[in-house]
């Protein structure tokens, strides 16, 4: 398995560790049910189901090419979200990320930005990845804020690219990226 890591915050207020058929619970289920929660996710799209997040999760756990990772936050020890790092080119080192704190009761405390920090690092220390990148609606102020915390920076702007979950107008597509500072 590409990923059976456990990645601890500095902080240690977060810990990364490789998601497991146990975290697909009602309460997971609960998050990609809640509109505040999914509007920004691509699940929204779908009816979402225990049956599905399970095999959601073992088919990233098989693959070769993407991470899943629980966010677990201290104190308490409690699953908050996830964050994915994937797929990874198999021919240029670079990957995807994408990321959600499920329980709006961690909305706001820096949880998604110590996790952005640390699957960025895990991708260029352990992976020997040159870029990881993420995508993002203009509209989600939060994950544009906890991207550029994390160092990375806008790269492109899709104008109009995506259809707003807010307004249900067209929005741009904000691209971010951050280059492995280790590598020259």
């Not at 629980?70 to 996830?82: S, T």
């Not at 930005?113 to 960025?120: F, G, Q």
Request: with cysteine; glycine share 10%.
């Amino acid at each position: 398995m590409l990923c059976s890591t456990v990645l601890i915050g500095s902080k240690g207020d977060i810990q990364l560790r490789t998601i497991e058929p146990s975290d697909c619970t009602q309460e997971y289920l609960g998050w990609l049910q809640d509109a505040r929660v999914n509007r920004f996710l691509e699940t929204r799209w779908e009816k979402q189901s225990i049956p599905k997040i399970q095999e959601f999760v073992e088919n990233v756990r098989g693959s070769e090419h993407s991470c899943l990772f629980a966010i677990i936050a201290f104190p308490g020890g409690k699953h908050i979200g996830n964050i994915k790092i994937g797929p990874i080119h198999p021919h240029y080192p670079h990957a995807d990320i994408s990321y959600f704190i499920g329980d709006r009761s961690s909305w706001g405390k820096g949880y998604a930005t110590e996790a952005i920090k640390l699957v960025t690092e895990w991708a260029f220390s352990e992976l020997g990845l040159h870029k990881v990148q993420a995508g993002v609606f203009d509209e989600n102020i939060g994950s544009i804020r906890a991207l550029q915390k994390a160092g990375f920076v806008q790269e492109a702007c899709y104008k109009e690219n995506l259809i707003s979950p807010i307004s249900g107008k067209y929005c741009d597509h904000l691209m971010f990226g951050r280059i492995n500072p280790y590598q020259k």
